[in-house]
């Protein structure tokens, strides 16, 4: 179980999130949508330890991640993808899913389908495969909690596919997992429960299917006129 | 008490130059996000230059200024054009890794061009010395202070009062933003590097004079001041580096009271090392 | 072999070793312009090593090495969370303090019949282990080329080692890096060590080299001159700062005529090669296209 309790998070005297709470038990998968602004990254960032709370606490399964430095939270657990693929450019793609652990890509490559690359630079992939080898290297460190920022982010309908298809086999059960997306449609196919974020606001958190007649979404959205 | 103030007074007008030197780094940092390990031996070619004017036409001392400057202002535009503009594409770091090579270069040719390493530098003659009360204005040193004063001024006059500075700073805070305002970035970009030049350069000037003589190991001293100056005041920030410059003086000078000249430059060198190891911004900041 | 050859080769072989050691940190992505005062931390200790307290040359040399690998680890303590230019400027300044410092280092032991050490600002002289030990120079340039060599085996190892990955990784995206479980505080710490250990080697060869050492070698030049190595040769492997290293002073000997122009046209070269390749000769790409070739070749 994954809880966020209270957290808030400042940045220059505006407040990028105010008071959000959320819980992800294991196996379950939770969707993070919102208009952009919103605070979905500051969110990712603030569990991943990039970013301080000015209040609040992060626990994974009773562990305390609050205070602690990115390093740490990644081997609490906690695995997480960018927004753009962060990968290791200079280096080939069986080095960029082992990042340095002891362990063996191979398999991490074949489940998403980049056996062929591995000796090639990770500079030298489309921006499909660089989505594809970033997650099979947060995957390959067998994570309690998998945090998604933007999956299918620029990608073309057909590529969007491809990355939801692959998330839905590839993501192990038992696994927490946490998807940020602007893309509704895989959203709806990946995670049962949402939550929207509105201006550092948590301003829903329920069953997906509910999402679209809630009211204060369709304001958040739509704008007060359009949405009455 | 009355050395404490003296040396105070010290600090702030010898502050003032290394002002000078910290707001060169910064309008290039600043406006280009890149840094010019080359600006300190730009000012040593230009006061090598001015020197060799002096020994030729004693006494034309506006010869003397014009030689620093103009000589500083040309090895400028070879640097903003090799260092910045031919990599302007690169990631900002190849930039600076670009103009420690011209630092290599431009330390060659001074030592190229004398037959003795240090030379002599004119000053004015006819200054007077002020006393405020028990304060001892030294002359050379009130030279210095004015006169990085009079050029600080009429930077920020220029930054913050026409429409070329205010271009500058729009371009400084955000490139893109600027753009889409209709501004010309690398023409810019460009005139900052100009502006940097000649604050340099007069920089050189006021310098040399104070100290009479120039040295080669002018340009590494340059680029440490104006580097503290610069990182004192939050790397980009060009009021802060007009602050940075005055701490670091009176620091110096401080410790030049209390503890003696061997302990002046290690304070100087330790002020550096407090601002790497304590700022937050350090960390921040991208690698290679 | 003719004495200019072999003095030749053992100003290469020295200038390697801190050429070297500025490369361990461009591995991690930083750009130190210090690298001079563990190479002057490196002779200073060596020297004392063995001119003061009798130690034989290899010990004393590594004891050199050592020294210098302490303050690398002591100077992380202060400098390694910094990056870009915050870590440039800290090192600029981290190498006039040693000199500054060590003007002032006056530690000087009755040795037979004279006082000798670091006597501040004259510097230290009369350290002759080299030249009392028996052994001939041409022999102590084979050991310094045999100890490049063995050093850029074992970077090589290293750097393809998990610990290189790490390292390499930090280099690239120190964000990315950490959200993958890499201590980049102690990666740093260790390649600060490790740098200055080389650094300090390079030192210590060279002080038994020419007898003496002086708070000058502390020399901005010399740290600039590392990198501009590093960045011709290529980072993608050490051979490339090895052959920066070579290209230069080979420059020098190749064209007489060249010889107070060196550094001009060897800044020029940096600077136009920059332009194509900002990574050098021996880049990343070029050595993976390289490797591959070899891989292709055996089949």
């Keep these: 179980m994954l809880s966020v309790e209270g957290v808030s998070v400042r940045f220059a005297g505006i407040s990028a999130l105010s008071s959000v709470s959320l819980a992800v038990a294991a196996g379950e998968r939770l969707g993070v949508v ?115 920022d933007e999956p299918c982010g620029g990608l073309s309908a057909a590529e969007t596919e491809d990355i939801a298809a692959l998330l839905e086999r590839a993501i192990a059960p038992g696994i927490i997992t946490v998807v940020v997306e602007h893309k509704l449609r895989v959203i ?41 | 008490m009355v050395d404490f103030l003296q040396a105070l007074v010290d600090g702030v007008m010898l502050g003032a130059t290394y002002s000078l030197l910290g707001l060169g780094f910064t309008l290039i940092f600043g406006v280009l996000r890149r840094l010019n390990l080359a600006f300190g031996p730009t000012i040593l070619v230009g006061i090598y230059a ?14 003397v200024v014009a030689a620093t400057v ?122 900052a590097f100009l502006l940097a030049s000649t604050v340099g350069g007069l920089a050189g000037v006021l310098i040399a004079q104070s100290q009479q003589q120039v040295t080669p190991y002018f340009g590494l001293w340059a680029t440490v001041k104006g580097l503290t100056a610069m990182l004192l005041g939050g790397a980009g920030s060009l009021p802060g580096a007009v602050a940075g410059g005055v701490i670091l003086g009176v620091v110096e000078t401080q410790t030049l009271w209390h503890f003696g000249g061997q302990w002046r430059d290690l304070a100087s060198f330790a002020l550096l090392f407090l601002v790497v190891a304590l700022s937050p911004r350090a960390r921040s900041e991208p690698t290679l | ?55 034989p040359l290899a010990v004393g040399i590594m004891v050199g090495a050592v020294a210098a690998g302490v303050a690398g680890a002591l100077l992380s303590a202060v400098m390694a969370p910094a990056g870009g230019i915050y870590f440039a400027a800290g090192s600029l300044a981290f190498g006039e303090l040693v000199r500054v410092a060590l003007l002032s280092f006056h530690y000087q032991v009755p040795v037979g019949a004279d ?61 990315a890096s950490a959200s993958l479980g890499v201590r980049v505080r102690r990666v740093a710490a260790l390649t600060m060590a490790g740098a ?32 501009a190595y590093a ?19 080979g420059l020098l000997e190749s064209f007489r005529f060249l010889a107070g122009y060196r550094m001009i046209v060897f800044g020029g070269l940096v600077m136009g090669l920059l332009v194509v390749r900002p990574r050098g000769l021996l880049d990343e790409v070029a050595v993976h296209r390289l490797s591959r070739l070899v891989a292709w070749g055996r089949r």
């Design chain 3, 231 to 249: 960045f011709i040769g290529g980072l993608g492997t050490p051979l490339g700062p090895i052959i920066g290293v070579a290209l230069d002073i």
């Design chain 1, 34 to 148: 919102g208009p952009n602004g919103a605070g979905k990254t500051t969110l990712l960032n603030v569990v991943t330890g990039l970013v301080r709370p000015a209040a609040g606490a992060i626990r994974l399964d009773g562990q305390t991640l609050t205070g602690l430095p990115p390093d740490a939270v990644a081997r609490a657990g906690v695995a997480r993808t960018f927004q753009s693929a962060r990968l290791f450019s200079r280096m080939t793609v069986g080095e960029n899913v082992r990042a340095g652990r002891p362990l063996d890509a191979e398999p991490w490559l074949r489940l998403v389908g980049l056996l062929a690359r591995r000796g090639d630079l990770a500079a030298a992939l489309t921006p499909g495969e660089a989505r594809r080898l970033e997650l099979a290297r947060a995957l390959a460190g067998r994570p309690r909690a998998l945090l998604l």
């Design chain 3, 115 to 175: 006082l000798t050490g670091p006597a501040g600002a004259d510097g230290f002289r009369g350290i002759r282990a080299l030249f009392t030990g028996g052994m001939s120079v041409t022999t102590y340039m084979l050991a310094v080329s045999g100890l490049l060599a063995v050093t850029s085996v074992v970077i090589v190892l290293l750097l393809s080692s998990r610990w290189g990955e790490a390292m390499r990784m930090v280099g690239e995206d120190e964000t």
């Design chain 3, 196 to 227: 200055g250990a080389l650094a300090g080697l390079g030192g210590g060869l060279f002080v038994h080299y020419v007898t003496y050492i002086e708070p000058g070698h502390s020399d901005v030049m010399l740290g600039v001159h590392s990198l």
């Design chain 2, 70 to 191: 103009v000589a500083a202002i040309l090895c400028g535009i070879y640097v903003e054009r090799c260092s910045f503009r031919a990599l302007a594409r690169q990631a900002p770091v190849v930039s600076m890794i670009s103009t420690f090579a011209v630092w290599m270069q431009l330390q060659e040719l001074v030592s190229l061009f004398e037959a003795s390493r240090t030379m002599p530098y004119p000053s004015p003659a006819w200054l007077p010395a002020l006393t405020v009360g028990p304060i001892l204005l030294r002359s050379d040193a009130l030279l210095m202070w004015s006169g990085a004063t009079a050029i600080m001024l009429a930077l920020f006059v220029l930054l913050y009062r026409t429409r070329f500075g205010t271009a500058v700073r729009a371009v400084a805070d955000s490139s893109e933003a600027a753009t889409l305002m209709g501004v010309n970035v690398s023409v810019i970009g460009a005139a």
């Design chain 1, 188 to 228: 709806s196919r990946l995670c049962e429960r949402v939550a929207v974020l509105h201006l550092g606001e948590k301003i829903f958190d329920g069953p997906a299917g509910a999402l679209r007649a809630d009211r204060r979404v369709l304001e958040a959205y739509l704008g007060k006129a359009r949405a009455s």
């Design chain 3, 1 to 55: 072999m003719s004495d200019y050859a072999v003095s030749l080769l053992v100003r290469i072989g020295v200038e390697a070793f801190v050429a070297l050691s500025a490369y361990l940190l461009l591995v991690i992505g930083r750009i130190s312009f210090g690298q001079q005062a563990f190479f002057v931390i490196g002779g200073y200790a060596a020297g004392i090593a063995t001119a003061l307290y009798g130690a």
């Design chain 2, 50 to 63: 001015g020197s060799h004017v002096g020994l030729a036409w004693p006494g034309a001392l506006w010869a």
